[in-house]
């Protein structure tokens, strides 16, 4: 008879891995100390773990952790296939238990099938880990303007010890408002970049690492001339990504891409430009805080006026303060310039996104904003613009009905409301 092989009991390695992934420490607390770890220590290392887990892994960070947890994320990476995490972390750490675990378990996923090599080790350091010459570029995407000028990039770059992803919003106004994210692994990176892209509610636009980085340093600069203060991420990122190839070619200024005297002068593509907010991209298109103010003051004065006036003569007014919404949204030479370059942008985004119809009623709509003699009412575009988000006059009317009512009934003026004037959702 054969010698009876002895059950393999799972290592605390195992055992950590298999808590990690449940977020819950159970009773590792006593094994942990004859590892080395005192409970303090065990406590914050594993609690950061699980941070980890929950952000994506950052081999710069995962490195910081005690030798037992480093090597417990190696198992998880095995158990995932990440050949690349496992990769980035022996290639960085200082520790010959967490390379030689690496290599074994790069070792047993071989022999498997599965087409991993064991990857050059480059230096302990994490400034010493290089991006490899072969790396090629990865997309980032850009979200359209918003109505108040602002857009999303999500920038993506292979640097030290994986891929640096940043989400960053930049708004027209302001400059570079935020620039949040980090380095993840890459198996981690293609999940985050396959769940973004078939999100169905996510319109974007594929643009180089030139274009991102070029558009985010035209809003740092926005954010130097109005003296507003640069987010620590931001200034913390630059270090960390490189500088953008040099021969990328630069796309058209939005400007150029239409011809202002044919477009902008053609009446049918005017008219038709009211039908972008049927557009999900000019969903958030609303009028701004300022002119929803002002029609809600002046409404506010027809229904607490003391001249005894009937409702067809309230609604007479109310909608000559809807038709003259407009006019407030797009008073001033500066707030005109302001919304053409927006639909400019969005002009070259839709022409990007191969809708080169819609792309032509932006850019008329845009155009329009500037031509002499142009009067607000006459652009259907911010006429709907406007109208998409107030009541109806006779709704508005038929509300201060209500609140007469609720006056006389009750012997006080109930207080002010601009539910009576907005849309409900």
Known sequence: ??????????????????????????????????????????DGAFK???????KGTDPRK????????????????????????????MSMTDSGVVKKASKRALHRMRSRGLDVSVHEETGSSVLERRVLPEDPDLPCYLSPISGNGSRIIWLARYVRGG?????????????????SGGTIGRSRYRDLSRDMLDDPEQVLLEI???EAWRRIAQAVSRSRETSRPLPDDYLDAKNTLPEPKKDVPTPPEPRSLF?????????????????LHDLEEFSD??????????????????????????????????????????????????????????????????????????????????????REGFSPPDS????????????SAEEIVGEMQENDKSKKGKNKKPESDPGNLIVPP
Not at 17 to 22: C, F
Not at 329 to 344: D, F
Request: net charge negative; hydrophobic share 40%.
């Open 1 to 42: 008879m054969g010698k009876k092989r002895r059950k393999r009991t799972a290592s605390f390695e195992d055992r950590l891995a298999i808590q990690l992934k449940a977020g819950d420490p159970a009773k590792l607390e006593s094994e942990a100390q004859k590892a080395g770890l005192d409970p303090e220590q065990f």
């Open 48 to 54: 950061e773990g699980c941070a980890l887990l929950e």
């Open 62 to 89: 995962l490195i910081g952790l005690p030798v037992a947890f480093q090597v417990a994320f190696v198992k998880l990476a095995e158990e995932e296939e990440d050949d690349d995490q496992i990769g980035d972390l």
């Open 163 to 179: 891929v640096g992803v940043f989400q960053v919003e930049l708004n027209d106004d302001e400059g570079l408002v935020s620039f």
């Open 208 to 210: 180089t690492y030139a």
């Open 259 to 275: 011809d202002p005297d044919k477009i902008g002068q053609n009446q049918d593509l005017l008219r038709e430009a009211a039908e």
């Open 285 to 370: 298109w609303m009028p701004d805080e300022d002119t929803l103010k002002i029609v809600h003051s002046k409404i506010e004065e027809v229904e607490s006026s003391q001249v005894a006036i009937n409702d067809r003569q309230k609604m007479e007014q109310v909608q000559k303060i809807l038709d003259q919404a407009v006019e407030s949204l797009l008073e001033g030479q500066e707030r005109r310039e302001r919304y053409q370059n927006r639909l400019l942008e969005m002009a070259e985004y839709l022409h990007r996104t191969d809708r080169p119809k819609p792309a032509q009623k932006a850019a008329a709509a845009a155009f329009q904003l500037t």
């Open 380 to 391: 259907p575009f911010f006429d709907r613009m406007t109208r998409k988000l107030f009541r």
